[in-house]
């Protein structure tokens, strides 16, 4: 891939039945390795507070800690969509909020959307970032920066009525113009049915295979986090393990003297060598 999917593409991806591959990454180098490897999208997602900040939840996450990010990932960023996540209450307060901030990471960011969490609640905030056209993606179902009023961090949808509430919730999202919805940890049946009834892609986290993509954490995937592992998540890579094991055996070389060795540093020439010494005498 050498330019960018556009909206348009993304939908025509979901129109011939072709996954859409997203992964969520907070730095310059993260999102290079995922330009190389030809994903489609990146997330700079909320989850840095707890996957890079070490915060216990995303709740404390700020506005220019994500643009921080954000940056940074655009940074290395060439060929990949990337989408910027709205932290906690830079959009539920009001609209003109909710517009200010998502400007925000368009215009200082870099970024190519926003996405932000809620159903029928944050339509009115949807419409009105849409209108000045930059491209939301909603986000419904496990949504961790209220996942304390759902009861914790559980899968969400599970008896047919909150099920149906969720269904709603991406019809009305998708009427008031988000161009994708991730659907987190909900039933397999249900991600199924919403993106059977959806015009716009879905992306899956914990939803099954039946979406129209798939997201996961990067350091998740390539086993570089190591706090909690979610159901969901296959690891590809075993990475934290290698770097910690280079980690101590540098430790090791420089505690018994052998780094660094004579490759590893520079060399004056003899004659300027003597001349130093002659000075120090």
């Given at each position: 891939m050498t330019t960018k999917l556009s909206i348009?593409?993304?939908?025509?991806?979901?129109?011939?039945?072709?996954?859409?591959?997203?992964?969520?990454?907070?730095?310059?180098?993260?999102?290079?390795?995922?330009?190389?490897?030809?994903?489609?999208?990146?997330?700079?997602?909320?989850?840095?507070?707890?996957?890079?900040?070490?915060?216990?939840?995303?709740?404390?996450?700020?506005?220019?800690?994500?643009?921080?990010?954000?940056?940074?990932?655009?940074?290395g960023a060439e060929h990949v969509f990337v989408l910027g996540d709205m932290p906690f209450m830079s959009y539920q307060v009001s609209i003109e909020d909710a517009l200010r901030n998502a400007g925000r990471f368009i215009k200082d960011g870099g970024c190519d959307g926003i996405k932000l969490e809620g159903g029928r609640e944050v339509v009115p905030q949807v419409q009105a970032i849409c209108r000045v056209g930059i491209p939301v993606c909603a986000h419904i179902g496990l949504t961790p920066q209220t996942a304390t009023n759902l009861g914790g961090f559980k899968v969400q949808g599970k008896d047919a009525a909150s099920a149906r509430r969720l269904f709603e919730d991406a019809l009305a999202l998708q009427d008031a113009g988000a161009f994708m919805i991730v659907l987190e940890c909900v039933p397999d049946v249900l991600a199924r049915e919403i993106s059977r009834a959806l015009t716009i892609p879905t992306i899956g986290i914990g939803a099954g295979k039946e979406c129209d993509g798939q997201v996961l954490v990067f350091h998740d995937l390539v086993g570089l986090f190591d706090r909690f592992t979610p159901k969901f998540v296959k690891k590809y890579a075993a990475i934290e393990k290698e770097i910690v094991t280079a980690l101590q055996g540098y430790a090791a070389e420089v505690r018994g003297g052998d780094f660094p060795g004579p490759g590893h540093s520079f060399k004056m020439k003899e004659e300027e060598a003597k001349r130093f010494l002659a000075m120090e005498e």
């Open positions: 348009n593409e993304l939908a025509e991806r979901k129109i011939q039945g072709q996954k859409i591959t997203m992964v969520t990454a907070y730095d310059c180098p993260s999102a290079r390795m995922v330009d190389k490897a030809g994903l489609d999208m990146i997330l700079v997602g909320d989850s840095l507070g707890m996957v890079v900040l070490g915060y216990d939840s995303t709740v404390p996450v700020t506005m220019e800690e994500m643009l921080h990010h954000t940056r940074a990932v655009m940074r």
